[in-house]
């Protein structure tokens, strides 16, 4: 009753167009949803995400859900994500993800859905880790393990828009670290983030996570910047 008064008052909008949604419609509308720039990645390792990491990471698989273009739709999902406290929206992407990579026998190995993480005072500020629902609802679909405790940001930085390329790659390999080193040996962890703009970041953290002896290392990501 007080749920069909709040959507009478308020009704829900879509993300990418600012309509009205339907009743059977969900964060973006049909028309929307329609034309989100899914990468259709393969199930093969041939796609720009893990092409992105040769010579960088040894990875079993990596892959991104959607594209990232200036001011189209997939932007305005991950700015209400990050920005606007809308973490449905990592719940529903991760939903797509699953949908598409369920079956790549790559990824029913995985044991830990891993984050990368955000400061303490990134996290005070902003009230939440943007992947969480994305990471949680990943970890649902593939029966694995959600883990943003082993991996942690060392210092406080510059957000990603606010550096430099030069300042992103030359600082990244610093900022993580594990908080143990002997965490079971032999995992097979499925490294998360938003963006892959650079692939700095990624490349930091995965770093870390193949110190641990044995580890075999997944990349997936919400999006890929193609230009």
């Known amino acids: 009753m007080i749920k069909n008064l709040i959507n009478l008052l308020f009704p829900p909008i879509c993300v990418g167009c600012n309509s009205v949604l339907l009743q059977n419609e969900k964060i973006i509308c049909l028309k ?5 720039p899914f990468t259709n990645h393969p199930r093969t390792n041939t796609n720009m995400t893990y092409k992105k990491f040769y010579g960088r990471l040894p990875l079993v698989h ?10 189209g739709i997939t932007q305005q999902l991950i700015h209400h994500l990050k920005y606007k406290g809308q973490q449905e929206i990592g719940a529903l992407l991760a939903e797509w993800y699953v949908f598409r990579f369920e079956a790549n026998p790559d990824l029913q190995t995985v044991t ?3 984050p990368v993480p955000l ?9 939440y880790n943007q992947l969480t629902t ?3 609802t990943l970890a649902d679909g593939f029966h694995t393990f959600y883990n ?3 991996l942690y940001r060392k210092r406080y930085s510059k957000t990603q828009t606010q550096k430099t390329l030069f300042g992103r ?3 990244d390999a610093e900022l993580f670290a594990l908080r143990d080193t002997n965490y079971c040996h032999g995992n097979h962890f499925l490294l998360i983030d938003d963006v892959i703009t650079t692939g700095s970041t990624l490349e930091a953290c995965g770093k870390q996570l193949l110190k641990i002896p ?6 997936a990501t919400i999006a890929y910047t193609d230009s």
């Not at 929307?32 to 989100?36: D, G, K, N, T, Y």
């Not at 990596?62 to 001011?71: E, H, Q, T």
């Open 32 to 36: 929307c949803r329609h034309e989100l």
């Open 62 to 71: 990596g892959s991104s859900l959607l594209y990232y273009r200036k001011n």
């Open 112 to 114: 830990d859905i891993i």
């Open 119 to 127: 400061h303490p005072k990134r996290l005070r500020e902003r009230g």
């Open 134 to 136: 994305f990471g949680r």
């Open 148 to 150: 943003d405790q082993l």
């Open 169 to 171: 790659t030359e600082t």
């Open 214 to 219: 044995g580890a075999r290392l997944s990349i």
